[in-house]
């Protein structure tokens, strides 16, 4: 069986592409309008070249997890991809962050939290 890069036809159309360790963390990417992608089966998985070949000549932003599987996946794969993309970058989740997903979802908590408070603010005053 041909493995191939999650959501491949968008990636093949973007000129900018985000890799994540996971479905959940390009899906959540996609939901806010950028192209992401993925390996099945995350860190465990060998990068293939053929992943590389369809992202030569793309801006390509690297989003790893934070634990050592994901650090050494996200350093692999931005090695793979050194002077065949126009441009590697790599995003390193800050802590207690575990990926872009848990990022997110605490980016997202905080500001329903935020909005609480405003809400029960201006209903007091």
Not at 13 to 39: F, S
Not at 85 to 90: D, P, T
């Amino acid at each position: 069986m041909r493995r191939v890069l999650y959501k491949l036809p968008e990636v093949i159309a973007a000129e900018e592409v985000w890799i994540t360790e996971g479905e959940r963390d390009a899906d959540n990417l996609a939901a806010i309008g950028l192209t992401a992608t993925t390996n099945s089966d995350g860190a465990s998985q060998k990068w293939l070249a053929e992943w590389t070949d369809t992202l030569s000549g793309k801006r390509v932003i690297i989003t790893p997890d934070s634990d050592a599987p994901g650090v050494k996946r996200g350093e692999v794969i931005a090695n793979e991809l050194k002077g065949k993309a126009a441009e590697v970058v790599i995003v390193r989740m800050p802590s207690p962050h575990k990926d872009i997903s848990d990022s997110h979802r605490r980016a997202c908590s905080s500001r329903a939290r935020s909005s609480r408070r405003s809400t029960a603010a201006l209903a007091n005053s």
